[in-house]
């Protein structure tokens, strides 16, 4: 039974479900939704771990049930977690070890793992919002096209959250977003930073329109990546792991730099790049 | 039957072998060194594809048998790889597709997998040429202390050789350094850059006794990295995806820095991390 704080068990905020069986229907369909099928069927997704999951409710994700087990618990803050997801309609199932280890997707468990509702990710919202921000400073995009694996989709969200992007848009998905591991190497930033899907189409007429500087990062530029003025609005593009940007965001793009290759490799993973274009932005920001 | 150029052919130079059961031995034998203890046993590991082969050639790895299957090939230049593999003295095996699958550890294998001799990573013998190195010009190290994640330990030093250092020091591993994701994430730059496994204690010593700035990012320093001096032989150090550096490193450290954080998360992947320190590094060089 899970030790909850006194004044919360007298008041009987938690009134919890327990689950024991590895073939309990509900934890039979969370373990399915690793499965892309699965999600896009039920519009419903994973999120797993304490980091991930206060963001989501940080980020206001519909997060429809618990499942949680406190002999895996890290710290000292699920209980409160836990409490406020209840608040907002969360359904919680106190499960035993292995249970939670079934449908955990880590090698580590932390003892918490949900099924949440698919976030709407419509540019069409969000393009508003953009064209009055637009007006008041430099806007700061980050446009990835196209990237397959969900470790470096997550990384990517993971790195335009952490220099403050205005969005980051997912242009001819590959990757299914809410595909577990993005989730995971986003640490939960996908839930609090603009994240929206759209179609290089759309992506491309909307920069146009705005005089948004597109900046693609590729091999044949002439001028390094710290050598080109890169203030103003600008939207950074990047490409798949295998290809790099397609003809059409390459041929679009304003700016075209380089970054330096000194060793055997000629090139470097498609995170690493994104991260350094993204944080020359805010160098070249910070140093006028 | 692999399609050879007629010349090859005529000369009889692949004396090939051929393996179709998934239960030979030698498959078998391959199959299990994916795990860490049969590596650490046999002092073996595996070296899959194209580009990662060929980097392994140009490093002088020592490869002792090839498996290949020409149905999977994606490019031309196969034979000419499996040719001078053969004349180092490769034991050359062509395998079903099955067989190839089943030794495969990727979604798309391109036909090539070999078992090769784990590298000589001894410390000693590098520090007398970085010494050397160090009275010429300004020495650049990449130091990375227990980083847990094979793909991560990859990508770091696919980013180590992007940037050219002059050696890429793993203290106190904690990933083999030949588990398959690793040579993987490298893209085979592991073979091609100066890459030893080394004790803190002594490549501390080896540091301090060179006059070589020691240089850490952590979130408690008060300069970001890029307005930071960072000219001069210095080594980069960076620490484990979950703690960061530790205190011995840390408290070594002649330079703090701190990568600014503008959102909700409070650390960049550890990997993304490293290559925008070395990239500044390289920045400043260039900016004399």
Redesign the interface.
């Known amino acids: 039974m899970v030790s909850l704080p006194p004044s919360r068990r007298k008041r009987g905020e938690f009134s919890l479900l327990q689950i024991t069986s590895l073939q309990n229907a509900k934890v039979k369909r969370a373990i399915a939704l690793m499965n892309r099928k699965e999600r896009d069927e039920s519009a419903l997704f994973l999120i797993e771990g304490f980091r991930e999951l206060s963001?989501a409710v940080?980020g206001k994700v519909d997060i429809k049930e618990l499942f949680f087990c406190p002999a895996l618990f890290l710290g000292e803050n699920e209980l409160y977690l836990m409490e406020s997801l209840q608040q907002r309609g969360t359904v919680l199932y106190q499960c035993s070890e292995s249970v939670l280890r079934k449908i955990s997707y880590r090698d580590r468990p932390d003892g918490l793992i949900a099924v949440a509702k698919q976030m709407e990710l419509s540019f069409a919202t969000l393009a508003d919002d953009l064209a009055q921000l637009q007006k008041k400073q430099d806007l700061f995009l980050l446009i990835a096209e196209s990237i397959e694996k969900p470790?470096n989709l997550g990384?990517v969200l993971?790195?335009?959250?952490?220099?403050?992007v205005d969005a980051a848009i997912i242009c001819d998905r590959c990757t299914d977003i809410f595909n577990p591991n993005v989730v995971r190497?986003s640490?939960?930033?996908l839930f609090?930073?603009p994240v929206v899907e759209a179609s290089s189409e759309e992506v491309l007429k909307f920069c146009k329109g705005h005089s948004i500087r597109i900046i693609a990062a590729t091999p044949h530029a002439h001028r390094?990546f710290?050598q080109e003025n890169l203030r103003g609005p600008v939207a950074i593009v990047v490409g798949t792991e295998q290809l790099g940007l397609s003809e059409r965001w390459l041929s679009s793009s304003e700016v075209q730099v380089k970054?330096?290759?000194?060793?055997?490799?000629d090139s470097?993973?498609v995170?690493?790049a994104t991260?350094?274009m993204l944080?020359e932005i805010?160098?070249q920001r910070?140093?006028y």
Request: with cysteine; proline share 3%.
């Open positions: 963001r940080q470790g990384t993971r790195s335009a959250d952490a220099v403050g190497a640490v939960g930033t609090t930073q390094e710290t970054i330096p290759m000194k060793g055997c490799a470097l993973n995170a690493t991260t350094l944080y805010l160098r910070n140093s």
